[in-house]
């Protein structure tokens, strides 16, 4: 055990250390397919929020940075310790704290995972609408730290939508609330905002009260395959243009179903390029008739349009959907992919330019994703042995990035900047926004020690 450790095992306990092999899950996330693999002086998993509190009271004595960490599904190299210092993990607060199903209420710690929240929701008929994916091994804390989103992101909203109010522990330990188990609260700024999606640069987040909602009474899925991207993009318009407001508006492009088509169930036509997937959901009658004008919508020049209801229709559907990651990764042996967000207006086009981008650098390319919120994958398949595709891969990006930044999107969707895009912040904000946004970094954190180099690149 090194000094810092044993230091940190007197501080903390024993338990709270993570060493040897153990240590190894904490220096990646889902980038490590790019490369990035971190390394950390120590890696910690706090017992609880006192535990948090003198953690990083130690740290800022002391200088050293502090990394928070989830459950390592990030997509951009957020929780990764790049440059050293404490990885704290969140993983051991993991408590419910409260729940009131009558008030539609719940209060967790930051270690709690998706999946519990879902099940401990829908025991009592509720639900928490966000859905990002891995929710058995993404914690709530993450998500918030991301502000994740998901399918569900069209009528829901991304995660902080559904947070009342947040506990974090910022600079020098000291615990902080904004928010908390009100529904309305205009008494001050709005910090929680801040906190939320900052990638824990402000601070590390420890506890959350969520707003649930009855559960669904109903849900119908729409599933349409067309011949063409442009058969395909026309439809989502004449969703888009319709003023229904399914839950989810989920595409497909071509490449994308050449991955993944084998094992959508029931099989898809060997002519379909395009495919759109559309759940809605609400009372009996209210799924059922927005479902039914969604196939209304989509119909005219769809190959097929079929509606699904049966709960194990809709659960293999589901599989289908939360596998196409990995089924685009084993195409190559691997992928680039990034979550790139444009005005609906520029949806149609930003899926032919990831295509575009991908000819230029040689490269397969694809994009699937959220539809309804202009939010695409755009992937990018490589061999991950290779360094002159992965380097092809980055090149792609930043080409995609400037394309993406000139038509007046933004370079993240829902994924954040963490370590991979960092470079991005200078490039999509002008230099007052950007000197704003570093004002707040150094008024949380005036070390600089709380994620160090993750979502604002040094000026």
């Not at 959220?370 to 695409?376: F, I, Q, S, V």
């Not at 061999?383 to 993240?412: H, N």
Request: include cysteine; charged fraction near 20%.
């Amino acid at each position: 055990m090194s000094d810092l450790a044993e230091e940190l095992s007197r501080l903390l306990g024993p338990a709270a250390i993570r060493q040897g092999a153990d240590q190894d899950q904490y220096l990646r996330d889902s980038t490590e397919m790019q490369g990035l693999v971190g390394r950390a002086d120590a890696v910690v998993a706090p017992a609880d929020v006192e535990a948090v509190q003198e953690l990083v009271s130690w740290c800022y004595e002391r200088g050293i940075p502090i990394i928070p960490r989830g459950g390592g599904t990030g997509f951009a190299g957020g929780a990764v310790p790049v440059e050293g210092g404490v990885v704290c993990s969140l993983e051991r607060l993991n408590r419910v704290l409260s729940f009131q199903p009558e008030h539609w209420q719940m209060q967790v710690e930051a270690g709690v995972t998706t999946a519990r929240i879902h099940q401990r929701a829908q025991e009592s008929g509720l639900l928490f609408p966000p859905n990002p994916g891995a929710s058995e091994q993404s914690q709530i804390g993450g998500n918030l730290a991301c502000n994740a989103g998901g399918p569900r992101s069209f009528k829901y909203g991304v995660t902080g939508r559904w947070v009342t109010g947040l506990e974090a522990v910022v600079a020098a330990g000291r615990l902080v609330r904004f928010g908390g188990p009100l529904r309305k609260d205009v008494a001050g700024y709005d910090l929680k905002a801040l906190i939320i999606g900052s990638e824990g640069t402000l601070g590390v987040i420890v506890r959350a009260w969520l707003r649930l909602v009855p559960a669904p009474e109903a849900v119908r899925a729409v599933v349409a395959a067309f011949p063409s991207h442009a058969s395909g993009l026309e439809a989502l318009s004449r969703i888009c243009s319709s003023g229904l407001q399914p839950a989810t508006i989920e595409f497909f492009d071509a490449g994308c179903l050449s991955a993944a088509r084998a094992s959508f169930p029931g099989g898809l036509a060997a002519e379909a390029r395009f495919l759109i997937v559309s759940e809605s959901d609400g009372a009996e009658t209210e799924a059922e008739s927005v479902a039914a004008g969604v196939r209304e919508a989509l119909v005219e020049g769809a190959i097929s349009a079929e509606m699904i209801a049966s709960r194990s229709g809709l659960e293999r559907l589901t599989r289908w959907r939360n596998g196409i990651s990995f089924a685009v990764s084993a195409r190559r042996g691997g992928k680039v992919s990034e979550d790139i967000s444009v005005p609906l207006d520029m949806f149609g086009p930003a899926v032919e330019e990831v295509l575009v981008v991908g000819r230029r650098f040689d490269l397969e390319a694809c994009s699937w994703g959220h539809a309804g919120d202009g939010n695409l994958h755009a992937t990018f398949m490589i061999d991950a042995r290779s360094p002159e595709q992965r380097s092809a891969a980055e090149e792609a990006a930043q080409a995609l990035f400037a394309w993406t930044l000139a038509v007046g999107g933004s370079v993240s969707g829902e994924h954040g900047l963490g370590w991979i895009k960092r470079q991005q912040f200078d490039r999509q904000f002008g230099p007052l926004e950007a000197e704003l946004q570093r004002g707040i970094k150094a008024l949380f954190d005036p070390r600089g020690l709380f994620n160090p180099g993750k979502k604002i690149s040094v000026a």
